[in-house]
């Protein structure tokens, strides 16, 4: 079996769907790029910072506030941590000729001499025009190695600088893993952010897609209502030309007059439909008779019904038949249901209309004694342009009343239903508050 080619609107949503899940996918890798580097920052502030402070430490030790004349002697051995066979600062000693005085050949942590980073010359050439500490980062190998250049003064004479060494360790080696880590979990994230949002945004997108359907349903509908009354036109109208005696013009006449007729109600049908699925229509309710109304529409149906050979009738019950509904509505409501009632009645058949006002709720029943319905066809009696095969054949319409009912009720908040039985009638049964809510 072949499946079917998929819609421009199908096409149109996917699309969208793929837009979507890309955009958010996008949107996630461009934060984690923004939250990584902003991390890698902070971690190399902290990192750069305590390398800094134990720098600073060795040198309160060895420059106290009253400071010497001289260098202090060597005290690396008092900054060593307990268990450390190995100083964490590698400290150098120079003279105000930059003469190395004092050197010390290990740092811990680091796998090389200190003579390979130390001493910094780019530092040491400043110490004699700054009383500020001046820092720089060098790199060996995969280790990053904080080196600290401090200048020492007293009277105003420039006496040498110290210059120490804290290895950070392989820093640089770390922080390419948790870019790389980082790299490998972004990716896997952005790609189950794709299917979670094609995923979801396909439920979300279902009611569009129903709601396209509805829509392209509701064209090829129309479409079809419009061919048939218009192609009868248009033969009416060629036979009229074709015709020389006046009974035959006078007979195609009326056939373009009924055609125009259910032109003219389907497009006012198609009106109301159109203001009730845009939302521009609005109940305003009020209050209003209920008994009174039911005599207006048994009043002006009863001439239809005496056409058509069917017993017209209104049963009315309730204390108080005030209540808050929307006239207009109520009234089409109450007309639709009793014109299907006649409709597709038969010669000598009855129609009832009874009205039940009670405490909270509404109560309107109407049945005829007209050839019924087939029970496959009730649960589709309030779909736009549904018509059972009995009523093709019994009268024209266009299967938009009920639908219009089914609106007037859902907007008064409340129920329909039809009950029928084949050779027996129907009864369609609409129930809402008594105060719309």
Same mark, same amino acid.
């Given at each position: 079996m072949r499946r079917s080619a998929p819609t421009t609107e199908s096409r149109l949503l996917r699309r969208l769907q793929w837009r979507m899940a890309l955009s958010f996918a996008i949107a996630f890798l461009v934060f984690d790029i923004v939250v990584v580097g902003l991390t890698y920052e902070v971690l190399q502030y902290h990192f750069y910072s305590e390398a800094k402070a134990t720098i600073q430490h060795v040198w309160s030790d060895r420059l106290p506030d009253s400071?010497?004349?001289?260098?202090?002697?060597?005290?690396?051995?008092?900054?060593?941590?307990?268990?450390?066979?190995?100083?964490?600062?590698a400290t150098w000693q120079f003279n105000a000729a930059g003469k190395t005085i004092r050197t010390m050949p290990t740092l811990y942590g680091f796998p090389a001499p200190s003579s390979t980073i130390l001493p910094n010359r780019a530092l040491l050439s400043q110490m004699p025009h700054t009383h500020s500490t001046l820092w720089a980062v060098a790199r060996y190998q995969s280790y990053r190695v904080m080196i600290g250049s401090k200048p020492v003064w007293n009277d105003g004479r420039y006496l040498g600088a110290l210059q120490s060494a804290y290895s950070m360790g392989r820093l640089t080696s770390v922080m390419r893993g948790l870019l790389a880590v980082d790299a490998e979990v972004s990716l896997v994230m952005a790609a189950l952010i794709v299917v979670l949002v094609l995923w979801l945004s396909g439920r979300s997108l279902g009611p569009i897609r129903?709601?396209?359907?509805?829509?392209?349903?509701? #064209?090829? @509908?129309?479409?079809?209502?419009? /061919?048939?009354?218009? !192609?009868?036109?248009?033969?009416?109208? &060629?036979?009229?030309?074709?015709?020389?005696?006046?009974?035959?013009?006078?007979?195609?006449?009326?056939?373009?007059?009924?055609?125009?007729?259910?032109?003219?109600?389907?497009?006012?049908?198609?009106?109301?439909?159109?203001?009730?699925?845009?939302?521009?229509?609005?109940?305003q309710p009020s209050e209003l008779n209920l008994f009174d109304l039911a005599d207006d529409v048994i009043a002006?149906?009863?001439?239809?019904?005496?056409?058509?050979?069917?017993?017209?009738?209104?049963?009315?019950?309730?204390?108080?038949?005030?209540?808050?509904?929307?006239?207009?509505?109520?009234?089409?409501?109450?007309?639709?249901?009793?014109?299907?009632?006649?409709?597709?009645?038969?010669?000598?058949?009855?129609?009832?209309?009874?009205?039940? #006002?009670? @405490?909270?709720?509404?109560?309107? /029943?109407?049945?005829? !004694?007209?050839?019924?319905?087939?029970? &496959?066809d009730l649960p589709h009696l309030f779909d736009r342009f549904y018509r059972s095969r009995t009523a093709s054949r019994l009268a024209p319409g266009s299967g938009l009343g009920l639908a219009i009912a089914r609106w007037i009720i859902d907007a008064h908040a409340g129920t329909i239903r039809a009950e029928s039985e084949l050779g027996r009638g129907t009864e369609v049964v609409a129930e809402w508050p008594r105060r719309v809510p």
């Open positions: 400071v010497p004349p001289s260098l202090p002697p060597d005290q690396d051995g008092e900054i060593n941590h307990p268990g450390d066979s190995l100083p964490r600062v129903e709601a396209l359907g509805r829509q392209r349903a509701f #064209v090829q @509908d129309v479409s079809h209502e419009l /061919r048939t009354p218009l !192609t009868i036109v248009k033969s009416s109208l &060629e036979l009229a030309l074709q015709e020389t005696e006046r009974s035959n013009v006078d007979y195609a006449i009326r056939d373009v007059i009924s055609e125009v007729d259910y032109i003219t109600r389907l497009t006012h049908d198609l009106a109301a439909l159109a203001r009730v699925g845009s939302g521009s229509t609005e109940i002006a149906l009863t001439p239809l019904a005496e056409e058509r050979g069917v017993t017209l009738d209104a049963k009315k019950t309730g204390p108080n038949p005030v209540i808050v509904a929307d006239p207009t509505f109520v009234r089409q409501l109450l007309i639709i249901l009793l014109d299907n009632a006649l409709k597709y009645n038969h010669p000598g058949g009855r129609a009832e209309l009874a009205v039940r #006002v009670l @405490d909270e709720t509404v109560h309107v /029943r109407v049945s005829d !004694t007209g050839s019924g319905i087939p029970k &496959e």
